[in-house]
């Protein structure tokens, strides 16, 4: 039996415990992109529970093409602080999504799962390139999906869904060249109201 690269086998373990919702056959990043995104991302973390932002705070960290995305609640006078500690492990660039405190009457818990139920469905979209965090209803889409088109059946997907409240989009399409050094644009779509 052949020794695994243990950047490969990290990259796995990774993806398991996460609970990845990337398809290493599907992305369109590299392996060794997508790699160094899981490390970076990772060390971020790190450096955020080791300044406390574990307790009462819920923060989740995205890298796509060094592209890092913070996301979840935080209290205002600790958010320069963590936007500090992402841009010091030297992204491309670091862009924050904080939730304001709010309460859902649907669970975000099944609010998730049926969105992601969702996006599997949905023809023409390779719905494996998309994370997604939601809170009180407020979803946030992130990933890098392969074309514009994709970009839009995730965002109408999840604008259709009852119970979402408004749908912000970071999905980034695959960057070549000098646009790799860019941030990617963010996109705020309320949910579709529907006459009878």
């Known amino acids: ?107 975000d818990f099944i609010l998730s799962g049926r969105l992601r139920t969702a996006l599997i469905g949905a023809k023409g979209l390779s719905s494996t390139r998309v994370d997604t965090e939601i809170n009180a209803g407020r979803v946030v889409l992130l990933g890098v999906v392969g074309n514009e088109n994709e970009r839009k059946i995730a965002i109408r997907t999840a604008r259709k869904l009852d119970g979402v409240v408004n749908v912000t989009s970071y999905l980034m399409l695959p960057p070549y060249g000098e646009e790799a050094s860019k941030a990617p644009k963010k996109e705020v779509a309320k949910p579709l109201t529907y006459q009878p």
Request: aromatic share 10%.
């Open 1 to 107: 039996m052949r020794a695994h690269s243990p950047c490969l086998v990290i990259l796995l373990l990774l993806c398991f415990v996460q609970g990845c919702a990337y398809s290493i056959m599907d992305d369109k990043r590299l392996l060794d992109t997508m790699s160094q995104d899981k490390a970076l991302a990772s060390n971020i973390k790190t450096a955020l529970m080791k300044n406390d932002f574990t307790k009462g705070f819920s923060i989740s960290v995205y890298s796509y093409y060094k592209h890092v995305f913070l996301v979840g609640e935080l209290s205002e006078r600790f958010q320069n602080r963590a936007l500090a500690i992402a841009q010091s492990k030297n992204p491309r660039s670091v862009t924050t999504h904080w939730f304001t405190p709010a309460k859902s009457a649907e669970s």
